[in-house]
């Protein structure tokens, strides 16, 4: 229904594949309903609003298809972050209208956060597509989307007002994991970041939909609920209540699941969000805190709201309070003023190996954002290069903590059907879908299954293992 391509939701623009899409040119069956393909990029929350979009289209009458050249319609959900999203974007697009190039009649619309920032001038870099619709309404863009449809004339539609929350998803859900967006926009400023111009305020979805969702999802064999939004742990604070009541109601929800706090802020994690999470039973013990810098110069110019040592006490914390927690962080290296002596800060925190899970992305000079008139600005081939080093820093801590699995029985939730050699893949709890480490299972398991598999050997990023009886 929805194409997806797995990436690290922190670094929203990795290189393209050289073929994004496995293409057979067959022709559609005229007598049936109208088909359409919609292909994501970006991160989680772009997924969910791939989902929402499937699920208007459903409502119009048109019908999903798992192959652009089997649809009508093909649909880019894109990217924006940074530059290297928007050059991955261009390269779908740009497949997209090859295959247009073969069948005109078809319609290539783009949407999502790219066609909301630039509008009209997608059109001008793209003037082959069929439309532009912007993300910030989707149930509004999806009317214009039909518009284009029965007129066949060329529209932009980029909405001037943030819909506020969208209904319970209504579409089917396969698999072991679902994405919940508890959220939408972001309040925070930071002064790289291109997302609150795109996304807007911060608006929470309200609880009783985000659980009656919930539901949805755990009916439909869920095994593991993810809850994301730009800010996690902002959650309420527009509508009334906080994280911490969510995810008591999600933690009640009946059913055999877990549930997973990923895009918490380091300003909005306290003692009391730490202990909830150890108490509540379906929670795990699992946080992603992205921590972007952890030199205070550094940390003020990015506008983070706290400093080094706010970040000491906050590690300390979390551990004296749960010494098992699995902790993900994210850092941004060459942001400008990033000295040697601030970048050598950042490498010797790093390699005192808080972080079992860590992404690492260089920069992105974003025009409109105050970043953009900084002084200081690191020359690419520099902040490369500190990028590499603190990866390979990180890599050879995980390699040596990965190590000591080997031999080791653990809990696997299977996320992948065998592709070949009956191989599956899945995860421990330690680590999120598509951004943290997986184990490749030689054994006969069903997706959605929790099995036992024996680690046989570790790499930095994955497992090989064998299921046990």
């Not at 390269?91 to 619309?109: C, D, G, N």
């Amino acid at each position: 229904m929805v194409a997806r391509r797995a990436h690290n939701p922190e670094v929203e623009g990795s290189n393209p594949s050289p073929a994004i899409f496995n293409i057979s040119f067959e022709m559609e069956n005229s007598c049936e309903k109208q088909k359409f393909f919609i292909y994501n990029l970006g991160c989680p929350k772009n997924e969910v609003d791939g989902n929402l979009w499937s699920k208007y289209l459903i409502e119009q009458n048109l019908a999903p298809s798992e192959n652009p050249s089997d649809a009508d319609i093909l649909l880019i959900n894109t990217c924006a972050f940074i530059e290297d999203a928007r050059r991955e974007s261009a390269e779908a697009i740009s497949q997209l209208l090859r295959i247009k190039e073969k069948f005109p009649w078809k319609k290539v619309l783009i949407t999502g956060c790219w066609a909301q920032k630039d509008g009209e001038r997608l059109l001008e870099m793209f003037p082959q597509v069929d439309g532009i619709l912007g993300n910030a309404d989707i149930g509004s863009a999806a009317k214009a989307l039909r518009e284009i449809i029965v007129n066949s004339g060329k529209k932009v539609h980029i909405p001037e007002s943030f819909a506020p929350w969208y209904p319970n998803l209504t579409v089917e859900h396969k698999g072991s994991y679902a994405f919940l967006k508890i959220a939408d926009g972001c309040d925070n400023f930071c002064s790289y970041c291109l997302l609150p111009y795109i996304k807007g305020r911060y608006r929470s979805i309200p609880e009783d939909v985000l659980v009656k969702q919930a539901e949805f999802f755990v009916k439909s064999g869920t095994r593991e609920l993810v809850l994301i939004a730009q800010d996690t742990t902002a959650y309420g604070k527009d509508i009334g209540g906080d994280i911490i009541s969510l995810l008591r109601k999600l933690n009640d929800i009946e059913g055999d699941f877990i549930i997973r706090l990923m895009y918490a802020h380091p300003r909005g994690v306290d003692e009391k969000l730490v202990r909830t999470i150890v108490e509540l039973p379906k929670v795990v013990n699992y946080l992603d805190i992205p921590l972007q810098h952890y030199d205070s110069q550094i940390l003020s110019r990015m506008n983070r709201g706290y400093d080094s040592e706010y970040i000491d006490r906050l590690i300390e914390m979390i551990f004296s309070i749960a010494p098992d927690m699995t902790l993900r962080t994210t850092f941004i290296v060459g942001f400008p003023g990033e000295f040697d002596e601030h970048f050598e800060k950042l490498y010797d925190f790093v390699t005192k190996g808080y972080f079992t899970h860590l992404g690492v992305f260089q920069y992105s000079r974003e025009e409109n954002t105050p970043a953009y008139s900084m002084d200081a600005q690191v020359p690419p081939d520099v902040a490369s290069l500190r990028k590499e080093q603190l990866e390979m820093a990180h890599d050879s801590i995980s390699c040596e903590r990965n190590n000591e699995l080997v031999g080791k029985v653990v809990d696997v939730l299977v996320d992948s059907p065998a592709l070949r050699d009956g191989f599956v893949i899945g995860r421990m709890r330690q680590d999120a879908p598509q951004v943290d480490r997986i184990v490749r299972i030689k054994g006969e398991l069903k997706v959605g299954e929790w099995a036992k598999a024996r680690i046989i050997r570790s790499f930095s990023h994955e497992f090989l293992g064998v299921a046990e009886e």
